[in-house]
């Protein structure tokens, strides 16, 4: 039961980070100068992480794809992690 939580508690903590990195450094890093789409076409892999919505003037948004994949890397390198710190 103990090591269950230490695991849930890795995830857990594992997300947190997982979201922070992904908005803090790297989409600072991907999207430099949010104002350039205004005048310059986004690739489809750009598209597939981020959208242009008139509600944000048309700067990039993480879309519920990037928010999925964000989620399951931070649970899975969670979960690698708790269960690899936890093994008898």
């Known amino acids: 039961m103990i090591r269950l939580l230490k695991i ?10 997982i979201f922070i990195f992904n908005y803090l450094l790297l989409e600072r890093l991907i999207i430099p100068d949010p104002c350039y789409y205004h005048s310059h076409d986004a690739t489809k892999i750009f598209d597939l ?3 242009l919505t008139a509600s944000e003037g048309y700067h990039p948004t993480p ?12 649970a ?4 690698l992690f708790g269960l690899k710190l936890t093994n008898k």
């Open 76 to 79: 899975m390198s969670g979960l």
């Open 8 to 17: 849930s508690g890795f995830s857990l903590i594992s997300i947190v980070v």
């Open 63 to 74: 879309t519920k794809f990037n928010l999925i994949i964000t989620l399951i890397t931070g």
């Open 49 to 51: 992480f981020y959208e």
